[in-house]
Each structure stands twice: as C-alpha cells, then as structure tokens.
T-cell receptor, first 111, second 114 residues
Framework: DQQVKQNSPSLSVQEGRISILNCDYT??????FLWYKKYPAEGPTFLIS???IKDKNEDGRFTVFLNKSAKHLSLHIVPSQPGDSAVYFC??????????WGAGTKLIIKP | DAGITQSPRYKITETGRQVTLMCHQTWSHSYMFWYRQDLGHGLRLIYY???????DKGEVPDGYVVSRSKTENFPLTLESATRSQTSVYFC?????????????FGPGTRLTVL
C-alpha cells in the first residue's frame, strides 16, 4: 500500500518549457514534503521542500505547490533546462520523522 | 567537505556469501539510514539509527544486519546474500534538530548477487 505515489514513470518536456511533476499521498498526517533529484550513478540530492502549513514554496526555477485537500503536490520547473534531466523523487515526512518515498519520475528534457 | 561516502561503489557476490557495505559521514549527524532502490519501488528503508548503539528496523529489514559503534560509521551486512538483494543501496544522514527532515545521501553501492 503505497502512501506516496508518483503515477508518471516518465515525462518528456521541450527545453525552455515548463515541467510539472506530480505526487499524491494518502496519509493526512504527513506534515512536510520534499523533492529530490537523482542523476544516474549518484545519490539523491535535496531540491526543495514545503511544510504542510504552506501551499507554495519557490526557489529559483523550482516551485512546489501543495494542495492538502486533494493530498497532492507538484513540482514546477520553469524554464526547463537539459541539466534538469534526472529522476525526481517525492517524499513525505511521517510522525516519526521518517521519509516515505514515491517511486520516482524520470524527466527528459528535449533540446 | 566529504559528506557521506560509501564503499564499495560496485560489488558482485554469490548467493550465500556475507557482504558488508560501508557508510561514513563527516557531519556528525545523529541519524543515519540505509535504503535500497529498486525499479518501481522508489527508496525503501532497511534500517536506521538515531545515534551510536541505537538502531531500528525499517520497512524491509529481513536478511540485513546493522551496527553503529561510532557516530560516523553505519555498516550494513547481508549475512547470507540472496538474488533478491540485488539492488542499489544508499546510505543517508540527517541532523536531529529542527522541524525539517532533510536527508543527505551518499553516492550508492550497486550490489549484484549471482
């Protein structure tokens, strides 16, 4: 029973356009959400996060939106660049401070 | 600034052999974690440790053993490797303080069990 779901295994976007990665969760007790980026043969690196008391957090080209009523968050990348091609993981923090991970979405930026 | 290092980066072993994956962090973070990454499953927690000599099971602990005698080291041992343990293993750490839960990852160990 996956508590954090990334339903799109892959996403292809033209360079310069917006990339939107989605994540759904089932546990309303999650109070903090994180996005990680992973390149091949490297470990995941932290990208951006959002507290459940907010609905938006922005950091440069990256914005995360949280819709608590829908139990949905999304990561927007604008504009998309070739270096953004990677696997993106969504994670949620539970009450024990553990992270529950989605399966990941592979983002491909086309030149 | 080494952060977290893992060794070996690649390992091939045979069914039934004992294998130990090493993890070392230079930040003095209290918490350390071991995950495995398999296609379609994301990251699954094997074991974690809140401090030296304190360890606890995660989602998929069977077949694995951990120890943490020093804050900076958190080795993971597969006592008798099985093919189902072929995976990429990541070690991570995080601070104790604050409301955030950001974890910092090592580069991973790709383990193949033949």
């Amino acid at each position: 029973d996956q508590q954090v779901k990334q339903n799109s295994p892959s996403l292809s976007v033209q360079e310069g356009r917006i990339s939107i990665l989605n994540c759904d969760y089932t546990n309303s007790m999650f109070d903090y959400f994180l996005w990680y980026k992973k390149y091949p043969a490297e470990g995941p690196t932290f990208l951006i996060s959002i507290s459940s008391i907010k609905d938006k957090n922005e950091d440069g080209r990256f914005t995360v939106f949280l819709n608590k009523s829908a139990k949905h968050l999304s990561l927007h990348i604008v504009p998309s660049q070739p270096g953004d091609s990677a696997v993106y993981f969504c994670a949620a923090k539970d009450s024990n401070y553990q992270l529950i991970w989605g399966a990941g979405t592979k983002l491909i930026i086309k030149p | 600034d080494a952060g977290i290092t893992q060794s070996p980066r690649y390992k091939i072993t045979e069914t039934g052999r004992q294998v130990t994956l090493m993890c070392h962090q230079t930040w003095s973070h209290s918490y350390m974690f071991w995950y495995r990454q398999d296609l379609g499953h994301g990251l699954r927690l094997i074991y974690y440790s809140a401090a030296a000599d304190i360890t606890d099971k995660g989602e998929v602990p069977d077949g694995y053993v951990v120890s943490r005698s020093k804050t900076e080291n958190f080795p993971l041992t597969l006592e008798s490797a099985t093919r189902s343990q072929t995976s990429v293993y990541f070690c991570a750490s995080r601070r104790t303080s604050g409301r955030e839960a950001t974890q910092y990852f090592g580069p991973g160990t790709r383990l193949t069990v033949l």
